[in-house]
């Protein structure tokens, strides 16, 4: 028996020194059993992490895109009708129109419709189809009135006007000066093609909607003799 702290000299085989390098080697990428539990516990807590915070992210309407140059967001587009502002001719038309009327030229603001022109003034739609009956329709029209406000809406040009007296034949005879009025004015190629009182303009800054499709317009009535008012 070697007496303690002497060394005791083995021979081994070249084999089983080979054979423990390699168990050696294992040993230094194997990690012990406490090391392993804690890697695995932390990998599985880390994924828990990642899908609840993707799970949050979606039920907010969140998304993973990085936000746009200048700290804008990207995102779709807005679908939202907006009001734009109406034609610029058609504006013309329909202010020369009520300008031509409130100052009495009855036989000018008659020239500004189309033949053959539909009017609705409250009720069923009327065809007017010869230049007398667009100047008794005119004429029949008991105020002037003084252009305030347009709105495009579609195919229609919406005019809101504040009421006043009128010159001429016919004129004197308002009783709502000073309120307001609103008309649905078509316009093509620089002529009142429609012409359709309407409730009101909308709110600005509230996208408008064009006035429903007309109803088959019946034929105007003859006018009166001398185009005066019957």
Not at 65 to 72: E, F, L, M, V, Y
Not at 136 to 160: D, I, S
Not at 197 to 220: K, Y
């Amino acid at each position: 028996m070697a007496s303690r702290g002497s060394c005791v000299n083995v021979t081994r085989h070249p084999r089983d020194s080979l054979q423990d390098s390699r168990q050696a080697a294992g040993d230094q990428t194997r990690l012990p059993p406490a090391a392993c539990h804690h890697v695995c516990v932390r990998s599985a807590a880390l994924l828990a992490l990642s899908l609840a915070s993707a799970l949050i992210l979606a039920a907010c309407g969140g998304s993973a895109s990085r936000p746009a140059p200048g700290g804008a967001t990207s995102g779709p587009a807005s679908t939202k009708p907006t009001s734009r502002a109406a034609d610029a001719s058609a504006v013309r038309v329909i202010r020369s129109w009520s300008d031509s009327l409130r100052g009495g030229d009855v036989d000018r603001a008659s020239r500004y419709f189309a033949l053959p022109s539909v009017i609705q003034n409250g009720g069923s739609p009327v065809r007017l189809s010869t230049t007398a009956q667009v100047r008794a329709f005119n004429l029949l029209l008991p105020c002037g009135a003084r252009l305030v406000r347009t709105q495009a809406a579609g195919r229609y040009t919406l005019a809101e006007f504040v009421l006043t007296q009128r010159t001429g034949v016919g004129g004197g005879k308002c009783d709502g000066t000073g309120a307001k009025g609103a008309t649905a004015f078509r316009i093509t190629r620089g002529k009142i093609l429609e012409w359709r009182r309407i409730a009101g303009l909308p709110a600005p800054g509230t996208p408008p909607t064009e006035p429903p499709p007309l109803p088959a317009p019946r034929p105007a009535p003859a006018p009166p003799i001398h185009g005066t008012p019957a």
